[in-house]
């Protein structure tokens, strides 16, 4: 007998393998299963055949593991499968329940990760070792003897002090100390750094600017070294200005030369010069009984007219004298010179 709001469904079977129930074979409601396939199929109110079930299916899974995480599923049938637990270390978990607060700091422990509860302002961390840290006043007092070995062999003691430690070598050195990443040595004076007392050979350009009211530089007297050569100008004479500002050639010259302008044999006078700088430099002549005297010029090999005191170059040298030359050599531009020039006569 139907039952109150259902109608009786009528139930089809096919043998034949791999048929499907058409739109046509059935009713709205209707089902047909194919008992060579194990499918039951059933038509509903649009008329559209569904496949319901499927022996050849394979059975659901019935349980589950989470493995070495730490948790454990719950033992539902139906549903969704809950988890519970820890996640363990190994499987990046922290393996502990505990809740960290603000400023807790965490910590291994060999099995899980700990807290330290934040300690108060001031306070720092102190290592237990291997077991937990925790925080403690900072220390106060006294620094104690503390040994020093650098890698040159120099040996000390820091003194005990209760501000800065003073620093006592047992290799004794007196005055500045230096180092050179490695030690810590003495510093020598007029070298290392500059003593008014002691002479000091500076080999960088040392620049003294001034100010718009204050002199650059004053000094009581200046002694110039002079480049003596006991020789002849050649025929082309290097006047190298890292030899000297002043150079005196003491031989009588034998020939008319060309100067040639050059800071060092191995660097010339356009790369040592800025744009803008002044050189001033003196050579000194020696003629005897027949006069020679400089009639070309160049600068770094380049030639180069001066510009001579009175308007004229000289022509001749001057018999049994010295003859000496100043010159200003100002840079205008690279490799590009105003020369400024005169000659006078020694005897």
């Given at each position: ?30 089902l047909a ?46 549903g ?10 190994a ?50 007092g ?12 120099f ?51 040392q ?56 800071f ?78 005169s ?5």
């Amino acid at each position: 007998m139907a039952a109150t709001g259902y109608t009786p469904i009528s139930l089809y079977y096919s043998t034949t393998a791999s048929a499907v129930p058409v739109n046509t074979n059935l009713v709205n409601g209707e089902l047909a299963i194919n008992i060579t396939d194990g499918k039951l199929y059933y038509k509903n109110n649009s008329g559209v055949v569904t496949l319901l079930a499927n022996a050849a299916t394979a059975a659901p899974v019935t349980t589950f593991s989470a493995g070495t995480t730490g948790f454990t599923p719950s033992t539902a049938t139906s549903g969704a499968i809950t988890l519970a637990g820890t996640l363990a270390i190994a499987n990046g978990g922290t393996n502990s329940t505990a809740t960290p607060t603000a400023g807790t700091v965490a910590y291994g422990t060999g099995t899980a990760i700990g807290y330290t509860a934040a300690g108060t302002s001031g306070q720092v961390l102190t290592s237990a070792g291997a077991g937990t840290p925790t925080w403690t006043n900072a220390a106060t007092g006294t620094v104690s003897t503390v040994s020093v070995v650098s890698a040159n062999g120099f040996a000390g003691t820091v003194a005990t002090a209760t501000t800065t430690p003073a620093i006592t070598l047992s290799t004794s050195i007196t005055g500045v100390l230096k180092g050179n990443a490695t030690a810590i040595s003495a510093a020598t004076a007029g070298t290392d750094y500059a003593v008014p007392t002691t002479a000091s050979t500076w080999t960088t350009t040392q620049t003294f600017n001034g100010s718009s009211s204050v002199e650059a530089l004053k000094v009581l007297n200046i002694a110039e070294p002079a480049n003596i050569v006991a020789a002849a100008p050649s025929a082309t004479t290097n006047y190298y200005i890292n030899s000297g500002s002043v150079q005196y050639y003491t031989t009588n010259a034998a020939n008319n030369f060309t100067l040639n302008f050059a800071f060092s044999s191995g660097t010339s006078l356009n790369t040592a010069m800025a744009v803008g700088d002044s050189i001033s430099v003196s050579l000194m002549v020696t003629n005897g009984a027949t006069a020679y005297y400089a009639s070309a010029f160049q600068v770094d090999g380049t030639s180069v007219t001066p510009k001579w005191q009175g308007g004229s170059a000289p022509t001749s040298g001057d018999v049994s004298a010295i003859d000496v030359y100043n010159f200003v050599i100002t840079k205008t531009a690279s490799a590009t010179y105003t020369v400024l020039a005169s000659v006078t006569k020694f005897a």
